[in-house]
């Protein structure tokens, strides 16, 4: 037996309790894993707290990612003992998660934890970490390089956008970060390597379709109405790697960036992301990520200190990162 955060509904009311489970318990997978670390970010919160319709079955054990030693695999690319990482497919939505002391999982699903790296620090990375390098790395790879010009980011003060500032930084961009929050979050934002601060009402309303040509890509962590007008400003051959969806779903844009600016879309999804660009990505975090990433506010906290600290991060009330310690 083993602890772990289970959560259950009952008149449509979502209850976190903290209970014990077997083996026998755990979904079908061909590697068992010993979890060291999990992580709380904002998704988690809303699906502990019910505040989100995060959850699509119950009972569910949450934690969209986690970190930890193989005990049993029937894989032969995994062994007793591999450090292995797991982040997005699902895992504490519609299948078992990271808040439980050991998990059963698919061997595609999971990458070897890199050299470098210890299970705090990739889980201090986590989903939005590697999704920030996924969107960095599209914008390689569509031809947009430092010379081109400046690279924006939209909800910059965020778990990806964050990262995303910092790792476009490191890799010699000049960087505009979009934030909400200008006067509070500016200074943070510019120590992680933003060279300008853009207020985030300045792109919130309907513009036009074309508007003045300002930058050589973007990281779009938001959609909709944000993502429409960022598309409108980016420069004749440049690209947006769009990943978030906090906007909406709607995107009330034209075709006139598409054809008349040659502008592309990239849609990133960590979720469904291939093995290699995973592992390749996990790789580049370990060596672009400065010391000062691990040394920015972290909370470790204990499994029973779930529910209170998923009730503050929903709130608002927590800044930094939040690793569970199993």
Request: aromatic share 6%; with cysteine; glycine share 12%.
């Amino acid at each position: 037996m083993f602890k772990a955060l289970i959560l259950n509904q009952e008149d449509k009311k979502t209850l976190a309790s903290i209970g014990s489970i077997d083996e026998s318990q755990l979904p079908e997978g061909e590697v068992l894993v010993d979890v060291d670390y999990s992580s709380l970010n904002y998704k988690d919160g809303l699906a502990v707290t019910g505040r989100g319709k995060i959850v699509r079955e119950f009972p569910m054990v949450p934690g969209i990612d986690l970190v930890g030693k193989v005990a049993e695999s029937s894989d032969d690319r995994y062994k007793p003992g591999d450090a292995v990482v797991l982040t997005g497919w699902g895992v504490g939505e519609n299948r078992w998660g990271g808040m439980a002391q050991r998990a059963r999982l698919k061997a595609d699903h999971l990458v070897p934890l890199t050299e470098g790296l210890s299970g705090k620090q990739a889980m201090m990375i986590g989903t939005a970490g590697l999704t920030a390098m996924l969107c960095v790395q599209a914008l390689e790879d569509a031809g947009v390089t430092p010379d081109k010009g400046t690279v924006l980011v939209t909800g910059a003060s965020g778990g990806v956008g964050s990262v995303a500032v910092t790792l476009l930084a490191q890799l010699g961009y000049t960087v505009a970060a979009v934030t909400g929050r200008a006067a509070e979050n500016g200074e943070m934002l510019k120590a992680l390597g933003a060279s300008e601060i853009v207020e985030r009402s300045t792109l919130s309303e309907p513009g036009r379709p074309l508007d003045k040509q300002r930058w050589a890509g973007a990281v779009d962590t938001v959609g909709s109405t944000l993502l429409a007008n960022v598309l409108a400003q980016v420069n004749y051959g440049g690209a947006v790697a769009a990943c978030g969806l906090a906007g909406g779903f709607d995107l009330p844009t034209t075709v006139m960036p598409f054809i008349l600016r040659n502008v592309a879309l990239l849609g990133v999804d960590s979720v469904m992301c291939p093995f290699d660009k995973r592992q390749a990505a996990w790789k580049r975090l370990a060596k672009l990520l400065p010391e000062s990433f691990y040394q920015q506010a972290c909370e470790e906290i204990t499994l029973e200190q779930v529910p209170e600290y998923a009730d503050a991060i929903t709130r608002g009330q927590v800044s930094g990162r939040v690793v569970i310690k199993l």
